[in-house]
């Protein structure tokens, strides 16, 4: 039994929700024990991020920098 098969099971069973490859779920979704719920109703779930440092050199501020970018080109 796969990963994706007991996920499916929780599921099934009212324990919780996933995200799954719908080619695994096709059959499922067709016989109506799983259903899908559109992505524009899924609120994202967002987190802090947080960076910890001895001192502060030239390369950990080009780090962060580079971080807070990356984090800002993402959300």
Do not use: C, W
Not at 2 to 28: A, C, D, H, N, W
Not at 43 to 63: A, L, N
Request: aromatic share 8%.
């Amino acid at each position: 039994m796969t990963q994706v098969e007991i996920t499916k099971r929780f599921i099934e069973e009212g324990l919780g929700v996933s995200y799954l490859p719908f080619s695994m779920v096709k059959e499922e979704v067709e016989n109506q024990t799983l259903s899908m719920i559109s992505q524009q109703k899924i609120i994202r779930p967002s987190s802090d991020t947080y960076i910890v440092t001895k001192g502060e050199t030239e390369e950990i501020k080009q780090f962060k920098h580079f971080v807070a970018e990356t984090l800002t080109e993402t959300s």
